[in-house]
């Protein structure tokens, strides 16, 4: 897959029961499967990752964080009064 800076069409068409799109070669997808979702008005396809692979991700996403990595909160948050909480 290459990114095209230039808009593209495709061919829309009924299978069946279905509605389908033509791809042009140059989006072809070198996967079975792909993730389809909206984002506003437009239809975003992405080749369906394995649990393999999704999980590698999510743990390489995880290492790039600081290991120092905290939130600050700009005041403390009151404790509950328990007491108020029984009938």
Do not use: C, Y
């Not at 799109?21 to 993730?35: A, G, I």
């Amino acid at each position: 897959m290459s990114a095209l800076t230039q808009p593209n069409t495709a061919k829309v068409f009924t299978t069946g029961r279905s509605q389908a799109v033509r791809l042009p070669k140059e989006f072809r997808f070198s996967t079975k499967e792909v993730t389809i979702e909206w984002q506003g008005d437009a239809v975003v396809l992405r080749p369906k990752l394995d649990s393999a692979t999704w999980a590698q991700q999510v743990m390489e996403a995880v290492a790039a964080f600081d290991h120092d990595f905290k939130i600050e909160r700009s005041e403390e948050w009151p404790q509950a009064d328990r007491e108020q909480l029984l009938p």
